[in-house]
């Protein structure tokens, strides 16, 4: 992967925002009065998760894990690596998980089967983009942002390498080797 080249907008700014707005009406009408749990997984959900909540007018509680498949390639490794688990209690909680990007889906797939042995009151599943191409096991997706081809993207919090996740816009990072 050359990293040297611009990444060209895919998503931009103004776009996620149209997105978001649209998310935050779902996710109101089915939580107002009810104090969920937004449970972001990081790193790539941070920017993702400030945007969203920020159009949330009621009660809730915010919380992270921090879950790795990726290692520094392009490729998932399959194999989840959880880098910072979570401390809230779960059990008898409405938890929505917020996710930037569902790829294979093993990461959400893992982080859903940790917490539904945790016996939430509800499990929803939150994400921003989706690439259904590369799927590898099923995850329902209750509040989808937009299905996404299979580029590889950077940007809005996506990295490659720990690089880009500051661009403002989902962008693609052409391979040119
Ligand atoms: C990315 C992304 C998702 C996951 C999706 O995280 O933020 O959590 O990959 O891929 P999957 O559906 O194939 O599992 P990554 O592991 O790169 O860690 P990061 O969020 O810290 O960048």
Known sequence: MNTEHRPEVLISSREIATTIDRLATEISRDYLG?????????????????????????????????????????????????????????????????????DTGLTVAYLLEYLRKKRPASLRLCTLLDKPSRRRVPVPIDYLGTTIPDRFLVGYGLDYDERFRNLPDVCVLEDNE
Request: glycine letters at 8%.
């Open 34 to 102: 009810k104090e969920p749990l937004l449970l972001g997984i990081l790193k790539g959900s941070f920017m993702f998760m400030a945007d969203l909540i920020r159009r949330l007018d009621f009660q809730l509680e915010v919380d992270f894990v921090r879950l790795s498949s990726y290692g520094r390639g392009t490729e998932s490794s399959g194999k989840i690596q959880v880098v910072q688990g979570l401390r809230t209690i779960v059990r008898d909680r409405e938890v929505l998980v917020i996710e930037d990007i569902i």
